[in-house]
């Protein structure tokens, strides 16, 4: 069963004065999550992404379309239930303490009185925040609001998460903990959904990704597919600092890293490098084929498409 | 009541008394604990009028401010913070919040209420030494008090669902002025001919009525107040704080959180 199903999710703001100027936040969107998958939701700043998630939370309401989570409808309050959300740069009720602020959100989610004390302890001891689970929010750091967002999108064991931007804010290795709390999340059993416009995240996370820009959906599937085109091209590893004038006639383009060199040459020229290589008594470390970068696959979709090139495509709000 | 509504109440309650909001209660005390003073050292024979009527005003007055100031914020705050998102990313109704903020409000007003009473009949006891049966006056006034602070902030609520903080202050306080005077607006709306005549009826009957709430001068007059009239104000004041929370709540229903 597909875990979030969105079926043709379109917003129009109306802007100015008046509110007659139709200024389109995202287009007509088609979507497929599967459970159980970590599922990223790339795109720049301002390209709908949160639009998208607050349409599918029951925040912004959508001009048209419809979507279906966890096989009910996305307008079923009782869904939420089963649903996690972080949203962006979150802020919360600064006068409470993270364990009455965990505990406040355990009853709205209906988590009965046992269990809410005993997650509450779980999920503060997960983000870390054990420590200074006594502390009121307002002498929180930004990544230590971010770890309670986290706690709270999770405390209900929800099937299904949603983070916007859940790296933005944190210190090497607060993302580093995060990435590990959503390969956790995706053992569990559960789906998560996460937009970020870090492609590093999404390329070491995501099993399958979706790139939207200026409220257009431009590309969709899975990483490995999506950089698993190969350019033609291999990268030769090796180690010394010594380049043999054989690899150069073969036309490698060759730099000394350190005492290895890397050499990138033809595909078929693979097995007369090698030869080179052995002729001069080269010791060989690694010979890898050239894959195109969730990056330049990402870069490549924000180029215009052939539909919306040469007029204007309202921008994200 | 929902338990999600009891939970947003108890919380709005608990924002309202860690920002020290009830502190007001400390500048209250020190108002009537001087006024009390002064007014016993200076009037003969009308010690109680002067402190009944004083007292019943600073509550009612400090009591509006308060409600105006934190209820304008209640919704427009959370929308402004975000705080909001997490909260309806759960399975909470948007009326139940609405309700459930008013609730909280609601109670921190009471409470408030409930300790300047204490202040009030503190300062009573020490000018006149004594309580006397119409002081019982003073508990219907009170009463009528707290009905005017449900329809304030209900109000307040509702201009806060739609506008900034600042146009709902401005909006929720003119409304209390003119509702002072509502009284006079319809004996002007009585006197009037035409087209003015129905403008001013039809504004006389929209804005609340405070005026028939506020029995404070009769209080310290010790002139009776008829059951009639507590029931009527009670109907009165829950059916147009119900017509001023459903306007909230039809309005935030709609609403995009950007």
Redesign the interface.
Known sequence: MAAIEILGLEKT?MVGFWRKRPKRALQPLHLTVEEGEIFGFLGPNGAGKTTTL?ML?????PTSGTARILGHEWTD??I??Q?G?L?E?????D??TAHELLD??G????VPGKDRKRRVEEVLQRVGLTDIQGVQLRKFSKGMLQRA?IA?AILHNPKLVFFDEPMSGLDPLGRREVRDLMEQLKQEGKTVFFSTHILSDAEALCDRVAIIYKGELRGVGAVEDLTSTVQGKVEVVWQGTQIPASMKALGADCHVTGDTVRAVLAENQQDAAIDALRRERIRLIAITPLRTSLEAYFVEKLQPSKATAGKTVGTA? | MS??IF??AT?TF??AV??RVLYNLIAFALLLSGAAIFVGQISIDIERLVVVDLGLTAVSLFGVVIAIFIGIGLVSKEIE?????????????RWEFIVGKFFGLAGTLVVNTFFMAIGVFGALFYVAHKFSKPDALILVALYFIVLEFLIICSLALLFSSFSSPLLSAVFAFSLFVIGSFAEDLRGFAGLAHGVTRWFATAAAYLVPNFSALNVISAAAHEQPLSSQLILHNTLYALFYTAMALSGAVLIFE?R???
């Open positions: 703001y607050k939370m029951g925040l912004v309401f309050p009782e939420k239930t649903i959300f949203p740069q979150p802020y919360f009720y006068y409470l406040y959100y009853q709205l989610s209906g967002g709270q709000v | 338990p999600r939970h947003i919380n608990r924002e860690r920002d913070k975000r705080t909001l998102y997490t909260v309806l990313s759960r399975p909470v109704r709609r995009n959180l950007k």
